[in-house]
């Protein structure tokens, strides 16, 4: 069995499929900036594994892909009981509901410590009200030792809904590479973009374009700024990068108001960092969100930020410091806000550079890897499960 020798425990991180996304990014950061010398890591994915892998610069992590099928997936326990056994991890580190289940056969196969962390609010409950999903966490907390709550909304959520003490619930922000995200000294070009040139004010989102994420509100408040302030449209322009079925809806919205030549759908786009800096203007139009990885690497390039309150929104954008808030249906306070900015270069700066600042005081990659760490070591000392100590119990 690889790594069998090897002293050092290891965390298994499982997810409902690795690809894309602000949760997938935190576990790469998570891994690649973790002492090498104090744990190994693997990564279970319940579905597939795509070649977002590639992002994972440390050379021994092993990546599993089970291909589940949609559903509750009690057929896998024995497969999952296996991979336990031979992996023998000390640690498992589930993350969000669809990847809750696998704590039952982690204790089965006497996995030590059992990690299970919120990340953000289920498409089908942004409101937290399901019962039956708090029934559900609740019910599998039995089998988990700490949840790990990545902003103060999520925490409230398992006290308050699901029931859990304070105790049982570690509240880790996300972090950010601040040495990798950084303001650029003059507005950088972006590889293929249409829109480098000096006099736009371009406009920028990234995420999977789906119902959670919203960009069609983005689109709406595009149209809608351009509609109000016509003498804009030499200037404003919008990125919308990531792939998924809003996109031609968000593409739609755009083309019925003759304004599809000002944006941009270019799809996926890898490496983002090199893209943020040639932005004007960051807008985050999510449903819902846990902590925001784009919103803070957003602030750490020095970019003013337009955000929905939502989640954990609230808690990365300081309203009128380092950016502004907005109802996650108002349309016409996204565009307001638009139209405020692009009139109003001191006023960017000023938001960019305490954003900046912000990220570097609060939210660093180091601070976030070394709670997860001193985490892992409390717990692999301590095997107590959540449940235990549950309200009632």
């Known amino acids: 069995m690889s790594g069998a020798r090897d002293p050092r425990p290891l965390i298994l991180h499982v997810v409902y499929r690795f690809d894309t996304g602000g949760l997938e990014n935190g576990v790469v950061n998570l891994i690649n900036h973790m002492d090498p010398r104090a744990y190994r890591h693997a990564v279970l994915a319940l579905t597939e594994v795509t070649d977002f892998r590639h992002r994972i610069k440390v050379p021994d992590v092993q990546y599993f892909a089970l291909n589940k099928a949609p559903g509750h997936g009690f057929w896998l326990y024995p497969r999952l009981y296996r991979i336990f056994k031979q992996l023998r991890p000390a640690v498992v580190h589930s993350r969000n509901l669809a990847a809750l289940e696998v704590v039952l056969p982690a204790w089965a196969a006497g996995v030590p410590v059992r990690v299970h962390g919120e990340h953000g609010r289920d498409v089908s409950d942004l409101d937290g009200s399901h019962r039956g999903y708090q029934r559900l966490r609740r019910f599998y907390g039995a089998w988990v030792h700490r949840f790990v709550a990545l902003s103060q909304d999520l925490a409230g959520y398992l006290r308050q809904r699901v029931g859990l003490p304070d105790r049982c619930i570690s509240q880790i922000y996300n972090g950010v590479d601040a040495r990798r995200f950084n303001p650029a000294p ?119 930020v337009i955000a929905t309150r939502v989640g954990g929104n609230p808690e990365l954008v300081e309203e009128g410091v380092t950016g502004y808030l907005v109802e996650s249906d108002d349309v016409t306070a996204m565009a307001g806000r638009i139209v405020q900015l692009a009139d109003d270069a001191a006023l960017c700066r000023s938001l960019g550079r305490a954003g900046r600042s912000r990220v570097e005081q609060n939210f660093s990659l180091d601070a976030m890897v070394g709670a997860y760490q001193s985490m892992y070591d409390e717990l692999l000392g301590a095997r107590k499960p959540a449940a235990m100590a549950l309200k009632g119990n």
């Open 186 to 304: 003059v507005r950088a070009s972006i590889e293929g973009s249409p829109f480098n040139a000096p006099e736009h004010f371009l406009i920028g989102t990234v995420g999977r374009m789906q119902s959670v994420k919203n960009q069609t509100l983005l689109a709406q408040a595009f149209v809608l700024a351009l509609s109000q302030r016509p003498d804009l449209r030499p200037r404003l322009r919008l990125l919308m990068a990531g792939e998924g079925p809003l996109r031609a809806d968000a593409q739609q919205i755009l083309r019925d108001a003759a304004c599809e030549e000002l944006a941009w759908l270019p799809g996926e786009r890898g490496q983002i960092e090199r893209w943020m800096p040639g932005l004007d203007l960051f807008v985050l139009p999510s449903r819902a969100e846990g902590i925001s990885n784009t919103i803070l690497e957003a602030m750490a390039c020095g970019l003013p």
